[in-house]
């Protein structure tokens, strides 16, 4: 058990950013093919979606994984630590509504995504920021 508790925080912090990595790229791509005369969505963009969602799906079960591992240990949480999962499920939420929009066009499609890539980081920028989380690596 001790080795599990010692395994999950620092992958559950790796994963961190790689979401943020992730987010901020596809985030920049959607306004760039946003903006540009074409706006093809491609497999790339699809990819950058579809990437997106699967790690902030492993970020929340090893993030559940965590609370569970917590709670059989009898590790008194505080209430940051209660919060910071009740922002980061929203967050999860909505990076999956890319799904919502597959049938629109192109255009549409990069605008919804680009919506989406902020509204979730910015969900994660909070959640972050409620754990004394965000910072840049030294």
């Known amino acids: ?30 306004f760039v093919s946003m903006l540009s005369v074409s706006a093809k969505f491609t497999r790339l963009d699809i990819g950058l979606c579809r990437a997106y969602s699967v790690l902030l799906d492993m970020q929340g079960l090893f993030g559940v994984l965590l609370l569970l591992a917590a709670l059989t240990t009898q ?21 999956h509504l890319y799904q919502r929009f597959q049938s629109k066009p192109d255009r549409t499609r990069h605008q919804a995504q680009l919506g989406i890539f902020v509204g979730s980081l910015v969900l994660v920028a909070i959640g972050l920021a409620i754990i004394n989380e965000l910072y840049l690596p030294a």
């Open 1 to 30: 058990m001790d080795q599990i508790l010692g395994f999950l925080p620092g992958v559950h912090a790796l994963i961190r950013w790689f979401i943020l990595s992730l987010g901020v790229v596809g985030m920049a791509r959607s």
């Open 75 to 95: 590790q008194p949480l505080t209430t940051q630590q209660w919060l910071h999962p009740l922002i980061m499920l929203p967050a999860i939420v909505v990076g």
